[in-house]
């Protein structure tokens, strides 16, 4: 089957395939359905015996079945191509293709493209979670020990402890996004990347206008700008009153939507009963809202290095719902979908996750304080086989609670 390749822009989708081809396959044939417009005329026959040739022709490459990889890139904007991977599918499976689009969710719940349902196969590509992060600051033997002191509820020496806290408080400023991390790793500089940062924060406005009605895009900036802001507040729970006085959901339900579908945006559903599936029980009107990248995050409200590097405690309300999004990008990497519970007014769990045969809580706190009354109601309510308690304090296993520092949230 021909792969689609999903994830929102800037995440390093084109560079990866090219680098995957260049290293997997003798030749890659490259089409950008955005720049080159003139590609979408070859697609007035779906026939591959007919799409090939004339790729070749406008190329000038040859396309080698099993040898060359296709690419489709911006394919949304292109939607006969999009339908063509069908007639790949059946019809040529010798010829290897991989599909791309930054907008393609959007484009195809908007009916703005015919979709090949069952003959395509899917991948997410996400910004960088702090394993990767410490990859790239060529920190391979730390994610080494942090991923063996997870598996085995051992301490980290409180050196290399302080030192992983430091980095997860640089990736939280600086994010998951390959630009970014690129230049604040080469020129050490977080103002720079910041900028980087705050580039790609507006091409994701910009992208608004795209399969959108018109009087939906003001909405759509509202939305997103507005995630970032009530993540400050004590209540997570996404409020429509905070967008404007007075607004309803049914106002900003298709701008939600796009956010979500553009894989810039996640909800997190509140769940009304503890039972499997996890999906039957949401309640579709309770939800919390992230943003894709934590960078990102503290670009949309102008939040500075030293505020999150030195906990500026003017910030607490923030840096606490920021810590909250970095663990969920961390678990929706893993494949996690996450909910979360409440009781009343009485006790809530930040995330609920499926796992194994059970159904395990996950509370999360941004400091080394990690008292709380919610997770042992939860516990005391419903007997899971353990729990998963992450916060600032180092690696341990205590009255079925699994003691996990910050920066091994991707461990989970």
């Not at 792969?3 to 997997?24: C, D, H, P, W």
Request: hydrophobic fraction near 35%; proline fraction near 4%; aromatic fraction near 14%.
């Amino acid at each position: 089957m021909p792969l689609i390749l999903q994830g929102a822009r800037q995440t390093g989708k084109t560079y990866i395939v090219n680098y995957f081809g260049s290293t997997e396959y003798q030749e890659i044939v490259y089409c950008n359905f955005e720049k080159d417009k003139n590609l979408a005329s070859i697609f007035n026959n779906l026939s591959p015996q007919e799409i090939v040739p004339k790729i070749e022709t406008l190329k000038r490459q040859r396309i080698f079945p099993e040898n060359t990889l296709l690419v489709f890139d911006e394919v949304q904007a292109c939607p006969e191509a999009l339908t063509s991977l069908k007639y790949f599918c059946e019809d040529s499976p010798e010829y290897h293709l991989i599909a791309m689009g930054s907008l393609l969710g959007v484009s195809v719940n908007r009916g703005e493209s015919s979709f090949p349902v069952g003959k395509v196969q899917f991948m997410d590509m996400y910004p960088m979670d702090f394993e990767e992060y410490l990859w790239a600051k060529g920190e391979e033997k730390l994610a080494e020990r942090i991923k063996n002191s997870f598996n085995n509820n051992i301490p980290l020496d409180d050196a290399l402890h302080d030192y992983a806290l430091k980095l997860y408080r640089e990736y939280l400023f600086i994010g998951g996004m390959p630009a970014v991390v690129s230049e604040f790793i080469n020129t050490q500089s977080p103002n720079l990347a910041a900028i980087i940062g705050g580039d790609i924060l507006s091409a994701y406005q910009n992208d608004m206008g795209k399969y959108n009605k018109q009087s939906e895009i003001p909405k759509t900036k509202l939305v997103y700008s507005n995630i970032s802001t009530q993540l400050s507040k004590e209540n997570k729970k996404f409020q429509y009153k905070y967008i404007k006085s007075g607004s309803r959901a049914s106002e900003f339900e298709n701008a939600i939507e796009w956010v979500c579908l553009a894989g810039i945006a996640s909800r997190v559903y509140r769940l009304e009963q503890i039972m499997l599936p996890l999906r039957a029980y949401r309640s579709m009107s309770d939800f919390k809202f992230y943003m894709s990248d934590t960078g990102l995050c503290c670009r949309a409200q102008d939040i500075l290095y030293n505020d999150v590097m030195y906990a500026n405690p003017l910030l607490n309300n923030f840096l606490g719902g920021l810590t909250e999004n970095y663990v969920f990008s961390q678990l929706r990497v893993n494949g996690y979908e996450p909910y979360y519970w409440t009781s009343g007014s009485q006790a809530e769990v930040d995330f609920i996750v499926r796992s194994g045969d059970g159904i395990i809580p996950i509370e999360v706190k941004s400091t080394t304080n990690v008292t709380s009354k919610s997770l042992n109601v939860y516990m005391q309510k419903f007997s899971p086989e353990y729990a998963i308690r992450i916060s600032a304090k180092n690696f341990g296993f205590k009255n079925q609670i699994k003691s996990v520092p910050l920066y091994a949230a991707w461990c989970v």
